[in-house]
């Protein structure tokens, strides 16, 4: 076993798509058991879709998935369904529990400054925002979840050199055509790839992990007992039911969020709908529906946008009974809470 | 029932609490007992995005995992502070956990267990007013001074 003071290095390479979850559930399974900390890379070598441990699988569109031959597997993390490809060079970073803050945001923060200080590193303009989003501008250039998986505390993310906006907008179910062409404008209009060099972007993480944690790096493979790990985790991932995930009540209403702060909500009854894109505390855009609006939709609809998400039910409410209809429907929505 | 403000938060000082692992424990007049999360586990969790919680009818151990918790992207389990086997569960909470954030002790408890060894377990946990409140008001302290919480 490695002294207490080294930062275990594991460079994966290119791997199955189902190795690129694997490979790292493993390694904090390892560290649970007492591994050193670990920071490890991995790139998958075809295209899938990862969601996130509480999610439910209706959310993803698994026609188009069987369609392109995509698989899909569910991780031990957070976060919702995304789509991974090659084009996705994934770092992970596994601590024992007892070394990270007991404050979730908190020790978000101290696991991901890091991977910000690599991404500079590679020339790029990111910052760590309020939300917890890693970004140049405002736009989200890394995807990422964080779990506990044993004793251990795991955040995996990726540096984006190509995205697939198409596809990563088409894995999601979507309730409307309406919604559908919301969802493709706000994924391209804030998620971005930071074409970088993954190796100098890998020393970079590893000096700069190294440096914040205070350990020497060390490079390593997984060990005996992890690989064991391995191949359970392999047989778990491949299990449908594993896939499936926990049975749970669905939300009313439809939401999905592009980057932290940024998500659509879309609800309809009896031919009343309301599909909104929301930014913050503020609208976006919107898109309204009822049989009783003569017309009025889209003048309702263009002075909701630019309003702050306060003041929707009062101006729905010029609009009389059907305004208070689209009101009653944001009711379902849970703001903050599309994970 | 009995609350009081500790150091900003408001606490029920009638429960008994596993302060490692910020749950509550409830006992109710059938003897079974009502299990939630205490207000500083959940400000140092962020907002809470999804819940799971076991089914009624399984068993577990004080320390085994009962369901999990996700908030910021960040998928934690909720540890057992006595042992049990569930006889309800929350679905509303699990529905919107909302309900956790703002009304912990109330509308936003989680499980109801009959419990296996309540009385070996009990003492296990922080209970009785006096107690309660300094245990907290350390606890809050250190998270304080440890940058946790902000001043």
């Known amino acids: ?339 | 029932m009995a609350v009081e403000n500790v150091r900003g938060f408001s606490l029920r000082t009638d429960l008994a609490y596993d302060c490692v692992h910020h749950m509550w424990v409830e006992v109710l007049s059938s003897g079974r007992v009502r299990i939630g999360m205490d207000p500083l586990g959940l400000e140092t969790s962020g907002t809470l995005a999804q819940l799971d919680l076991l089914a009624v009818g399984v068993s577990f151990a004080r320390g085994e995992h009962f369901g999990s918790l996700e908030a910021e992207k960040f998928v934690g389990p909720l540890v057992a502070p006595v042992s049990g086997r569930i006889t309800a569960v929350n679905d509303e909470a699990i529905v919107n956990p909302g309900f956790i954030e703002n009304d912990p002790f109330g509308a936003g408890w989680m499980i109801e267990v009959e419990p296996a060894a309540l009385d070996d377990e009990i003492p296990l946990l922080t209970s009785g007013a006096d107690e309660v409140v300094s245990t907290f008001e350390v606890k809050i302290d250190e998270y304080r001074r440890d940058g946790v919480l902000a001043e």
């Open chain 1, 1 to 339: 076993m490695e002294p207490a003071d080294t930062l275990r290095v594991i460079d994966f390479g290119s791997v199955s798509p189902l190795r690129s979850q694997t490979l790292w559930h493993a390694a904090a399974r390892g560290v649970s058991d007492g591994s050193p900390p670990t920071l490890s890379f991995c790139r998958p070598n075809g295209p899938y879709v990862g969601i996130g441990y509480h999610r439910r699988l209706a959310e993803i569109d698994l026609d188009w998935c069987s369609r392109r031959n995509v698989p899909v597997y569910r991780r031990m993390v957070g976060g919702g369904p995304v789509y991974l490809d090659s084009g996705q060079f994934f770092f992970q970073i596994s601590l024992p529990l007892s070394s990270v803050p007991p404050s979730r945001p908190k020790a978000l923060r101290f696991l991901l400054e890091p991977a910000v200080e690599a991404f500079t590193s590679c020339g790029i303009e990111a910052h760590l925002d309020e939300r917890l989003e890693v970004t140049v501008g405002d736009r989200k250039i890394c995807g990422y979840g964080a779990g506990q998986i044993g004793d251990a505390v795991i955040v995996v993310g990726n540096l984006i050199e190509t995205f697939d906006h198409a596809s990563a907008a088409a894995i999601l179910r979507t309730p409307s055509p309406t919604a559908r062409a919301e969802l493709d404008r706000l994924v391209n209009r804030y998620i971005a790839a930071t074409p970088a060099d993954p190796d100098r972007f890998q020393r970079a993480a590893v000096e700069a992990y190294s440096d914040a944690l205070g350990l020497r790096p060390e490079y390593g493979a997984l060990n005996e007992t992890e690989h064991s790990h391995l191949a359970e985790l392999d047989e778990l991932f491949a299990d449908p039911v594993w896939l499936q995930g926990q049975e749970r009540p669905s939300r009313p209403g439809w939401q999905a969020k592009v980057k932290a702060g940024v998500w659509l909500f879309e609800a309809s009854r009896d031919g009343t709908a309301l599909t909104l894109g929301i930014d913050g505390d503020q609208i976006l855009s919107a898109a309204v529906a009822d049989p009783d609006l003569n017309g009025q939709a889209d003048e309702l609809a263009a002075s909701l946008v630019g309003q702050p998400i306060e003041a929707l039910r009062s101006r729905l409410a010029t609009a009389g009974r059907p305004g208070r209809r689209l009101g009653r429907l944001w009711e379902l929505a849970e703001p903050g809470r599309v994970g």
